[in-house]
């Protein structure tokens, strides 16, 4: 089945406390992305990456890191997460057609974090 | 930058009701594409519904159909015989075309579709 999973789905943190969101894909999508959602915001975009080694910011990056090694995994890190970065995170992940244009995303389930 | 609106917040309908989101958008882009998301209380994000701004015809899945007015930069979403798996938020998203690295998302608007 294609498929965008993510794990953990739940995680309750303290502050401070290093963390890593996995986010992995099976449709060899070149184009994978996170997006972070906060009520009344709708999602807004943390990171994204065109193809292995190729990321970049998107809209709120401060707080975040990415690594893009593989072409199916793209983690999301929290080096020192803090109580604003308490969200609900999403991965998505998509082809990219002819001239760098990114197809239709598709997304994972999400994980609600909670940073206390 | 381009920015996406959804003005109703709520909006609720009694089963088998049609209804009709509101989007509006902001670009000076002439080539884009225009989103329906949907999201459960699952929390998954669902594709409902794509259009390319290039093509005049409302695109159309099953129940769910647009209403696309690119000089009045509107992009309603029409739910026919409403369902109670229906039940949702529902958010509307724009990506540039060409150079498009992100969706741009309103803020949502919640379903609910009363039996």
């Known amino acids: 089945e294609a498929q965008v999973t993510q794990n953990p789905r739940y995680l309750i943190t303290v502050t401070g406390k290093k963390l890593t969101v996995t986010c992995s894909q099976n449709?060899?999508?070149?184009?994978m992305s996170w997006y972070r959602q906060d009520p009344g915001l709708g999602l807004r975009q943390i990171y994204y990456?065109?193809?292995?080694?190729?990321?970049d910011k998107g809209d709120v990056p401060e707080g975040y890191k990415v690594s893009r090694k593989e072409k199916r995994n793209f983690p999301l890190i929290l080096e020192s997460p803090s109580p604003n970065q308490t969200s609900l995170y999403f991965c998505?992940?998509?082809?990219?057609?002819?001239?760098?244009?990114?197809?239709?995303?598709?997304f994972g389930p999400g994980t609600r974090l909670t940073v206390l | 930058a381009q920015t996406v609106t959804q003005s109703q917040p709520e909006m609720s309908v009694q089963e088998a009701e049609t209804v009709t989101l509101s989007c509006t958008y902001d670009?000076?882009?002439?080539?884009?594409?225009l989103f329906w998301y949907k999201q459960p209380p699952s929390r998954q994000m669902i594709l409902v519904i794509r259009?390319?701004?290039?093509?005049?015809q409302n695109a159309t899945e099953n129940r769910f159909s647009v209403n696309f007015q690119k000089a009045a930069k509107s992009f309603s979403l029409k739910i026919s015989d409403s369902q109670l798996g229906d039940t949702a938020m529902y958010f509307c998203?724009?990506?540039?075309?060409?150079?498009?690295?992100?969706?741009?998302f309103g803020q949502g608007t919640r379903l609910t579709i009363n039996p």
């Open positions: 998203a724009f990506m540039k075309h060409v150079g498009a690295q992100k969706l741009v």
């Open positions: 449709m060899n999508h070149e184009y």
């Open positions: 670009t000076s882009e002439s080539n884009y594409y």
């Open positions: 998505a992940s998509s082809f990219l057609l002819i001239a760098g244009v990114v197809d239709t995303q598709y």
């Open positions: 259009q390319e701004a290039y093509k005049q």
């Open positions: 990456s065109m193809n292995v080694e190729v990321t």
